[in-house]
């Protein structure tokens, strides 16, 4: 390899993808790169482009390889489209760079939708995972200062086996990246009393409970959304579908309130000046709930490890998502995360078996 292979974890980056362009990506690696000797990466796109700005930052491209991928996967292709015709692309190119054990990590800031179905051709699903998940930090009030949350938005549909492996998956994230030794883990619903909800949460309730010693977690039992920024849990388990909505609202809502802030401070010259005098508190709390310093979710439950960064990511965003990307690296997350899946299957087949023999197999 180039000068990236002398580096103890490389990190595969789509140039191309993301809303801001090449620029946002390069800083950001510059960036990582600054604070990080032992990172380097591989980065994918038109070469023509890159090249240009990698030059432009210092020391970047001695740390820095770069693969020449024509092709661009636009915000608006569609996943099936994208699996059909995607090789050449700076995203395709990317994610074929860890299958082939080049780099350790992929990250990407494009379309979310067709960088799940390239990931899931490319690298396969590991053995035994029927659904792979997204995972995000949220920030809440626990010492870490984020909970994990999947799935948000990989699949709209779990059943009961599918959640005992977000939890598993869950916990074993919260434990690489948070270094937390048993991670408490919620299952999201509309009530904390165990007579609530569907008959696949009640299911998956059981599931949970039964392995959550071979997991090496708490089982929390219901939470509801009001614990999703709390410090009940470390992890939060729901489907894709309820939980990109509740991923969605939380944005939305973070910018609501900031709008809010910076119009009550401007509306008057009391309130200007009571702005300046809060100055230090005000940019505490900015810091605190900053999405580009959670900025990464995380795909579960493949053959590799890829961190989707938000489309819109700047420099200070996507700097956020290699940092994490390099962590999960670091750490060996994708054995452990393999070895927790394997441990999920045999748990939920003891947990059946038990039913089956109480007589519930058929409820």
């Not at 800083?27 to 980065?43: C, D, Q, T, V, W």
């Not at 995607?86 to 990407?108: F, L, N, P, Q, Y």
């Not at 008057?268 to 005000?282: D, K, N, Q, V, Y």
Request: with cysteine.
């Amino acid at each position: 390899m180039g000068p990236a292979g002398t580096r103890h974890v490389i990190v595969s980056v789509d140039g191309m993808g993301g809303d801001r362009g090449p620029a946002a990506v390069v800083a950001g690696m510059a960036r990582s790169a600054a604070k990080n000797a032992e990172i380097g990466f591989i980065l994918h796109g038109d070469e023509a482009v890159l090249r240009p700005l990698v030059a432009r930052r210092r020391g970047l491209s001695a740390v820095t390889e770069i693969r020449h991928a024509p092709g661009v996967v636009k915000m608006q292709d569609k996943p099936s489209h994208v699996m059909r015709h995607g090789e050449g692309t700076s995203m395709w190119s990317c994610i074929d760079a860890v299958k082939r054990g080049e780099a350790t990590v992929a990250v990407s800031c494009g379309n979310t939708g067709a960088l799940m179905a390239l990931s899931m051709i490319r690298l396969r699903k590991l053995p035994g995972v029927n659904r792979p998940a997204i995972a995000c930090l949220w920030p809440s009030r626990n010492p870490q200062g984020f909970n994990v949350m999947l799935d948000v938005g990989a699949d709209i549909r779990a059943d009961a086996p599918d959640l005992l492996q977000y939890a598993m998956m869950g916990a074993s994230y919260a434990r690489n990246a948070f270094d937390l030794k048993r991670p408490r883990v919620g299952l999201l619903n509309v009530g904390t009393e165990e007579h609530k909800g569907r008959a696949e949460l009640k299911l998956a309730h059981d599931l949970i409970h039964a392995a959550q010693d071979a997991g090496a977690f708490d089982f929390a039992g219901f939470v509801e959304g009001g614990d999703i920024p709390s410090a009940r849990v470390d992890v939060i388990v729901t489907d894709g579908f309820t939980g990109n909505v509740a991923l969605k609202t939380g944005e939305g809502t973070a910018k609501l309130i900031a709008d809010f802030l910076r119009e009550a401070f401007n509306a008057t010259f009391l309130s200007r000046i009571a702005a300046l005098l809060a100055i230090t508190s005000l940019r505490r709390l900015q810091k605190r709930i900053d999405p580009r310093r959670v900025n990464g979710g995380v795909f579960l439950g493949l053959n590799g490890t890829v961190v989707k960064s938000h489309g819109a990511a700047d420099a200070t965003g996507v700097s956020a998502a290699i940092k994490l990307a390099f962590q999960l690296a670091q750490s060996g997350f994708q054995e452990r995360l393999a070895a927790r899946v394997a441990q999920a299957g045999a748990a939920g087949q003891d947990a059946s078996a038990a039913d089956i023999g109480m007589g519930r197999g058929g409820q």
